[in-house]
């Protein structure tokens, strides 16, 4: 991500929140840095939810919330 989304999460996470939503927010980072980024969130939120168009296992771990828009619709689904 560049420096802007970067420190947006930075600022989102710092105060601990009881929920994440994510929004495809990191589509554009290496699959092992998007998947560090989403375990720091998982690590401090109760709560995360990711919104994405793309199908990834990894991700049901990580949330507790998956919500997938993709070629099949839009559905969301109970993750952790």
Request: glycine share 2%; charged share 25%.
């Amino acid at each position: 991500p560049d420096v802007r989304e970067t420190a947006a999460l930075a600022r989102a996470l710092v105060c601990g929140p009881a929920m994440v939503l994510l929004d495809d927010p990191i589509s554009a980072v290496k699959s092992r840095t998007a998947f560090e980024l989403y375990q720091l969130c998982r690590e401090i939120a109760r709560t995360v939810v990711i919104l994405t168009h793309r199908r990834n296992d990894a991700l049901y771990d990580l949330a507790d919330v998956v919500a997938l828009w993709d070629s099949e619709g839009f559905r969301i689904d109970a993750a952790a």
